[in-house]
Structure formats: C-alpha cells, structure tokens
C-alpha cells in the first residue's frame, strides 16, 4: 500500500470517527493494513530516547523523547527543541 493511500485511509476514518462523515467505507482489514503502512514508516524517522529531558520553554520534565532528525517535541507544550 502507498503511504499517501494509507494516510488517507486513515484521514477518511479518523473523520468518519469523530462524526464529519457518515459512511464507514473501508474494511477492518484495510484500516489494519493502512495504520500498519503508517506506523512502519513513522518508526522508520523515530528514535526513542529511555531518558528524562527539560522542556527549555515550559521546563516541563519530558520522560519519553520522541525524535526525529535531532528534534524533540514537548509532550506539555507541544514546542520543538534540539537534542
Ligand atoms: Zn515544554
């Protein structure tokens, strides 16, 4: 499955979920074989730091870092800081 289809498999069924959409048109199946595109590609640009690290806008103690290309996004405040 391309990334752009299963991004938006999973746009179409996030919207359908939250009520923007009445019909439900894709399979279970499909929505798996969508999610599982998106999130192999997302691990592929991830890496997963098991340390603590201070938000340098809210000061916030962050215990999960999510990086991508030496970024990090606050879990609080939503900001991105270098690592
Ligand atoms: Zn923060």
Redesign the pocket.
Known sequence: MELRTAIEILEYHQEWRIGKRDDMIHEPKTITEALDRVLREVKKKLTWMDETIT?P????INTVVICAESKCA?D????EFEV
Do not use: A
Not at 76 to 79: A, E, G, I, R, S
């Open positions: 938000c806008f809210c000061e916030s606050c609080d405040c939503l900001n």
